[in-house]
């Protein structure tokens, strides 16, 4: 290959701060300041054409990694990958470029600074993601100094939330009972109540 071909065609139009490979080395990652992910299929050298959508946000000048959940540690046949957009976590399947999940930062305010826009993307970014390997969780760093960590929703997680939100239906039951008696007994004192006309 000489060095025109090498330089004919461009990864993307804007500068790359984001390259990850597959852990099975067939395919590269790419992540660019034209707010685009392309994922390239080594054998060939081709970009698959995924598309991401508009919600990719890629506008800081460091490294942003997205991170390729190793091969079936998900769903068997399924490649995800986490990517640390502003203020959230999206989760792609990475060959279809479909949104699966978007994991939202919690307690995350605007920054209080004038001209925040880029202070604010500052304080609230993703620095780094990680997958803890044989287990299912992905560890998140932030510009806060906060690690956080996702984990999946068990079935245990799913009745607990359940039993709990039972606990707090009856609770708000009961008190809307109680309202209705005092309610219905003020208007029956009302009505009882004769009334001339003079």
Not at 175 to 185: D, H, N, V
């Amino acid at each position: 290959m000489n060095a025109r071909d090498r330089h004919h065609g461009k990864a993307h139009t804007d500068t790359v701060n984001g390259v990850v490979w597959s852990d099975d080395g067939k395919y590269l990652v790419t992540a660019g300041h034209d707010e685009r992910v392309r994922v390239w299929d080594m054998a060939t050298g081709a970009n698959d054409l995924c598309h991401f959508g508009p919600i990719i946000k890629n506008t800081h000048l460091s490294t942003l990694l997205p991170l390729l959940v190793p091969n079936n540690s998900l769903e068997p046949g399924k490649q995800v990958m986490f990517y640390p957009n502003q203020k959230e976590i999206l989760m792609f399947d990475l060959f279809r470029g479909t949104l699966l999940k978007r994991l939202r930062l919690p307690g995350v305010v605007a920054a209080p600074i004038r001209g925040s826009a880029m202070q604010d993307n500052f304080r609230n970014r993703t620095t780094s993601l990680a997958w803890r390997a044989g287990d299912v969780g992905l560890y998140s760093a932030h510009s806060d100094g906060i690690i956080r960590v996702w984990l999946p929703v068990t079935p245990e997680d799913v009745a607990a939330d359940k039993d709990m939100a039972q606990e707090a239906n009856s609770d708000e039951d009961e008190s809307r009972k109680r309202k209705r008696g005092a309610l219905e007994e003020i208007f029956r004192d009302l009505t009882r109540q004769k009334i001339t006309f003079t």
